[in-house]
């Protein structure tokens, strides 16, 4: 079962209210989705995207999907075709996204995504593109291992890793990757455990990133995102990796600036406009009792911007 992380937080900040429309990026199990869809009610619209086909199929299925909620199979890097295609246009209520995978696709054994049960080198969320853990894990060089466990994973001993994966291939399962990775860190054991994970942990997270190209799509979904959002409508966005928190806070930070002149220059000559109003100075976290019912809320970190008028003028001094 996969329990939605910060629900009564991402309620608050997108402000459902009845006969808006919501757009949910990552319908996952539907946990926000349906919140949200009912939270607004039947005079309201509520967009449900996920790239995940799997998870469409399921949610469709469902008798009980609220009936004011429409699905669509896409990554939400596309939002804005998505919208022009549900001849919505754009979002008066909010946009949310909840990052990473769901309990449902790492349950999956098959889906690859899991060092705990054995299954197949595969990883993709969208399972119809051609890219997958196999081909990483079996074709990529050594150095392109490397960077991706470091740049992603953020372990320092990618480089040992990286070689361990080249000497061992070919490499077709999950268990097989996780054990070759855990005889490589074997030796720094005790430096890298700093919080007692597994070991594979980083270097599963990291493929699984560069395998969905998820900075990528999300870098291009805040920008669209925020493009399509009505004045007064929300942007809440929450994440699980210090990469991608990084990336929606300096996101907000720049969409929020009202100039970029140098300090010092009497007259703005920039014509920036701040786009969004920051909501949440530093983010919000699960509280303890939510961590402790929900191990998967210790990471995550929700911030929200609100989308501006564009009377908002420049007043620089
Ligand atoms: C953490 S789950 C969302 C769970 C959901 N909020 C709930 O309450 O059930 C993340 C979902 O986002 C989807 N996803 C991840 N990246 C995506 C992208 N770029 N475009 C669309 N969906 C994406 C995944 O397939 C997964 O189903």
Redesign the pocket.
């Known amino acids: 079962m ?1 329990l ?1 992380v910060l629900l009564e937080e991402s309620l608050e900040y997108l402000k459902v209210e009845p006969g808006k429309t919501y757009l ?10 349906s919140a949200i869809a009912k939270r607004a009610g039947e005079s309201s619209t509520v967009i449900g ?4 086909i799997n ?1 469409i199929e399921r949610l469709g299925g469902l008798a009980d999907l609220p009936s004011n909620i429409r699905l669509f199979h ?4 596309d939002i804005k075709s998505v919208l022009a295609d549900s001849g919505i246009g754009t979002i008066s209520g909010g946009i949310l996204a ?5 309990s449902m ?1 790492i349950d999956n054994a098959e889906r690859g995504f899991s060092f705990q049960q054995d299954g197949p080198l595969d990883m993709r ?1 969208d399972t119809t593109s051609s890219l997958s853990a196999h081909t990483i894990v079996n074709e990529f060089s050594e150095k392109e291992i490397a960077d991706i466990i470091f740049h992603y994973g953020e372990d320092r001993h990618a480089r040992a890793i990286a070689r361990a994966i080249v000497k061992s291939r070919p490499i077709d399962s999950t268990m097989q990757l996780a054990s070759i990775v855990t005889k490589s860190l074997a030796r720094f054991a005790g430096k890298n455990s700093k919080h007692n994970k597994n070991p594979a942990t980083r270097t599963f997270q990291a493929i699984r990133m560069a395998v ?1 190209e ?1 900075l990528l ?2 870098e291009k ?1 805040l920008e669209d995102a925020s493009s399509c959002l009505e004045p007064g409508a929300r942007l809440v966005i929450i994440t699980f990796h210090s990469l991608e928190d990084r990336m929606v806070k300096q996101f907000f930070r720049t969409k929020s600036l009202q100039c970029i002149c140098p300090p010092r220059h009497p007259v703005c000559t920039c014509n920036t406009r701040a786009s969004l109003q920051i909501l949440t100075k530093k983010p919000i976290v699960a509280s303890s009792q939510e961590i402790d019912f929900n191990s998967r809320a210790r990471s995550a970190k929700l911030r929200a911007a609100e989308k501006l008028d564009d009377f908002n003028h420049n007043d620089h001094p």
Do not use: I, W, Y
């Open positions: 996969h939605p949910d990026a990552t319908a996952g199990a539907g946990g926000h989705l995207l996920d790239r995940d998870v896409s990554n939400f890097s909840d990052l990473g995978v769901s696709q969320m969905n998820e799509s999300l979904f």
